[in-house]
């Protein structure tokens, strides 16, 4: 059974940066499309940023490119998000998700419904 925890939230100020990390215990088998999502009181589940455990390919929200950066190190069989330049809206819980897919589909999950693997969540919060 796969599972997911994530670990690296915490509360900082705008403009500073976090890692965030996701420990899974994939099945070296297949593989995966990983990604990251938030959840902001009151507002849906959104994805941030998502990738193929087997390939290179990356995909962000138009609201953190150039400031966050995706990443799977497949020794460790951990996702990361690193996230620059922090800004108060980023202020939300990030989940870990995965789903066992060919790493073409990845371009295409974009949504909270197509995985089916989470992990607990950590908190962000950004102050001014």
């Known amino acids: 059974q796969v599972r997911l925890m994530e670990s690296g939230g915490g509360a900082v100020q705008a403009g500073g940066s976090l890692k965030l990390a996701c420990a899974a215990s994939l099945n070296s088998y297949y593989t995966y499309c990983m990604a990251w999502f938030r959840q902001a009181p009151g507002k849906e589940r959104e994805a941030v940023a998502r990738?193929?455990?087997?390939?290179?390919?990356?995909f962000y929200a138009d609201s953190v490119k150039g400031r966050f950066t995706i990443s799977y190190e497949n020794a460790k069989k951990s996702l990361y998000l690193q996230m620059n330049s922090l800004k108060p809206e980023d202020t939300a819980m990030y989940y870990c998700?995965?789903?066992?897919?060919?790493?073409?589909?990845?371009?295409?999950?974009?949504?909270?419904?197509?995985?089916?693997?989470w992990g607990q969540g950590t908190q962000v919060t950004v102050s001014t």
């Open positions: 998700a995965a789903v066992q897919a060919p790493s073409y589909d990845c371009i295409s999950r974009s949504t909270f419904s197509l995985y089916n693997i």
């Open positions: 990738l193929a455990t087997s390939g290179v390919s990356t």
